[in-house]
């Protein structure tokens, strides 16, 4: 019996094949799941292709109304007549020396009435009553009786795309109304002025112009002073006639910020007399509403310390 044993113990144990198929299931499972975990990872974006074309910007600034404008009186006044008549459209059917065509329209600057600031700086434009859509009204120019639109235009450029310039109507026009202004003679400040300061330019002004400039400064303060006593002087005379005590608005903490905006005012419209070029009175009416802005929030500090 002992010697069974032994031998039965010598002998290699039978191959347990449930457990093997166990093994292989699981391995199975585990490659299956590691796989499908794999394929759902996120994938890299793919790289945006090599030729993808930037977008294109034009040098000149023409893809608003607003800019196109402030562009070619940027060229304008620095006498680029070249440059400046890339802002004008080529009227049809007509060989014309566009670069004539820019020097003439910058010598009606003075005689055009309206506010850059106002344009649109939407590329699309804005839409106006009896205009179609891509065209814009800037303003008018006024020589003598005759006065003419100045229409922008929205055009398709073969290098820079859409773009706005001056319209082809407005500059067949610009000849007729530059001849009629130079048949036309000086003005009442011209006449005044003695010629070597109407001669003589600096920055796109004569120096007479520049000399009204200054003076313009302290004559508008002494006049919102004379104004603010005018304005006082019946209660004035009234409140003495009856000995009592009189303090008009102008003698309290609110009298310098109201003379202030009174002065700023008058400055403005003395400004808009002197018509300096219209690119320089854009920035310069820029300003003057921010320093009015400053003085009425002055005020209004002042009122609000009071209460």
């Known amino acids: 019996m002992p010697l069974r044993r032994d031998n039965r113990q010598g002998e290699s144990p039978p191959f347990n094949w449930p457990c093997a198929l166990d093994v292989a299931l699981a ?13 759902q990872l996120p994938k890299s974006a793919a790289p945006p292709p090599a030729n993808s ?11 608003t109304p607003r800019g196109a404008v402030m562009g070619l009186l940027k060229y304008a006044e620095r006498q680029d007549f070249a440059t400046a008549a890339r802002y004008l459209q080529l009227p049809a059917g007509q060989d014309t020396n566009m670069s004539q065509l820019a020097r003439e ?27 179609p859509p891509g065209e814009v009204r800037a303003g008018v120019i006024a020589v ?45 400040a011209e006449r005044i002025m003695p010629a070597a300061l109407n001669s003589r330019h600096v920055l796109g002004m004569s120096l007479g112009q520049w000399l009204e400039w200054l003076l313009s400064i302290p004559v508008s303060w002494l006049l ?59 920035y310069y009416f820029r300003f003057l509403a ?8 002055w005020l209004v500090s002042r009122i609000i310390d009071r209460v």
């Open 290 to 297: 921010a320093l009015l802005a400053g003085c009425i929030a």
């Open 53 to 63: 074309a930037p977008a294109i910007v034009d040098p000149l600034g023409r893809e």
């Open 105 to 131: 329209f910058q010598a009606l600057r003075h005689r055009f009435k309206g506010d850059v600031d106002l344009l649109s700086d939407d590329p699309q434009g804005t839409v106006e009553a009896g205009l």
């Open 224 to 282: 919102a002073w004379l104004l603010a006593f005018v304005l006082s002087l019946p209660r004035r005379i009234w409140y003495s006639f009856r000995k009592i005590p009189f303090r008009s608005v102008w003698q309290t903490p609110l009298g310098t910020p109201l003379k202030c905006i009174i002065a700023i005012l008058i400055h403005g419209f003395f400004v808009y007399l002197l018509d300096p070029p219209l690119l320089y009175r854009a």
């Open 27 to 39: 391995l199975f499972l585990f490659v299956g799941s590691s796989a499908n975990s794999l394929a």
């Open 144 to 188: 003598g009786g005759t006065t003419a639109d100045v229409i922008l235009v929205r055009v398709n450029d073969p290098e820079y795309g859409k773009i706005w310039l001056v319209s082809q109507e407005t500059v067949a026009k610009v000849p007729d109304l530059y001849a009629q202004m130079q048949s036309e003679g000086p003005t009442l």
